[in-house]
């Protein structure tokens, strides 16, 4: 158990809906990342949020954006759903302080199916 | 980030000592190699990670090369649970707040009972 959790599991929804992926870091975790896995891209960064700010971007659609709240957990919102947006959407932490060097905690991942 | 070299896919017997290359010739100065795995479509799992010296911790070891290019992954007794895709990822470590991971393709590692 990595300690991030994420909720949901599972999610199916139909194209052009909008849903959110909620992502809980490990206590003290200031950084969240989301990436995303599908079958044909591999794992590929979209997101970092770093106590509350942005800050960094990956390969994230326009259609996409998140946000990391006061008390550190973060949300990913998916928007105009589309096929090719199934995949299995992982977040992860890491950053309790110090020097570093940071290594990243992954949750157990949302799997998104869109019909 | 420095980019990485790894075999795509590896055997090894269940009890064995399973050793996974992967070459990091570009790598900088202050660029840490990290290890994670992959089993099935769970979430990464971090392994170990080192700047030059061969580190060693509960899961694994990790050697890297005296010239730092490349580093090899050591499960000591490999069982199956350790069949996993297995990535090398070079970045630098210590900075806070920009530390996004760049996944290759990795090294899927089958043991074999």
């Known amino acids: 158990d990595s300690g991030v959790t994420q909720t949901p599991k599972h999610l199916i929804t139909a194209t052009g809906q909008r849903v959110t992926l909620r992502c809980s870091p490990r206590s003290g975790d200031l950084s969240v990342y989301w990436y995303q896995q599908s079958l044909d891209q591999g794992l590929q960064f979209l997101i970092q949020y770093y106590n509350g700010e942005e800050r960094a971007k990956g390969n994230i659609l326009e259609r996409f954006s998140a946000q990391q709240f006061p008390d550190l957990h973060s949300e990913l919102n998916l928007s105009s759903l589309e096929l090719g947006d199934s995949a299995l959407y992982f977040c992860?932490?890491?950053?309790?302080?110090?020097?570093?060097?940071?290594?990243?905690?992954f949750g157990p991942g949302t799997r998104l199916t869109v019909t | 980030d420095a980019k990485t070299t790894q075999p795509t896919s590896m055997d090894c017997a269940e009890g064995r000592a399973a050793n996974l290359p992967c070459n990091h010739s570009t790598i900088s100065g202050n660029e840490y190699v990290y290890w994670y795995r992959q089993i099935h479509s769970q979430g990464p799992q971090y392994i170990i990670h080192?700047?030059?010296n061969n580190e060693t911790n509960e899961m694994a070891s990790l050697i890297i090369t005296e010239d730092r290019k490349s580093s090899t992954l050591i499960l000591p007794h490999a069982t199956l649970r350790d069949t996993a895709v297995y990535y090398c990822?070079?970045?630098?470590?210590?900075?806070?707040?920009?530390?996004?991971?760049?996944f290759g393709q990795g090294t899927r590692l089958t043991i074999n009972p």
């Open positions: 080192g700047l030059k």
């Open positions: 992860a932490s890491s950053g309790r302080g110090g020097t570093g060097p940071y290594e990243q905690y």
């Open positions: 990822i070079v970045r630098a470590g210590r900075i806070q707040g920009a530390q996004k991971l760049v």
